[in-house]
């Protein structure tokens, strides 16, 4: 999840939530954040979307930009319809119709 996050953010896990932690730029500040992301599913995409926002005076501008979706797709026109975070990882759902399935 890394790779699509902004630069100068992290996102990691606490066994319930990803959190994310790092620095933006606003303006001509860099400021350092922490942050709770919930994660969904939006237009076949996992998003996640900053919440909880610590260490910031503005924090609805950076919820903007740490807040983005990762690209997903599944093969057999599978659709992906939920997401969740497990202290394992994330847990994934999906589902598809005529699915051929050779033995």
Do not use: C, W
Not at 3 to 30: H, W
Not at 84 to 94: D, I, M, Q, T, V
């Amino acid at each position: 999840m890394d790779k699509y996050a902004p630069s100068g953010v992290k996102i990691d896990g606490n066994g319930q939530r990803l959190t994310t932690s790092g620095e933006v730029t606003i303006g001509a500040n860099k400021v350092k954040f922490n942050a709770e992301m919930r994660i969904e599913v939006a237009d076949g995409k996992i998003k996640l979307q900053a919440e909880k926002i610590q260490g910031v005076p503005v924090p609805d501008q950076v919820a903007q930009l740490i807040s983005y979706p990762i690209p997903f797709s599944l093969p057999f026109d599978v659709k992906l319809t939920g997401v969740r975070s497990l202290p394992e990882g994330l847990e994934l759902s999906a589902e598809a119709f005529d699915v051929p399935i050779r033995g």
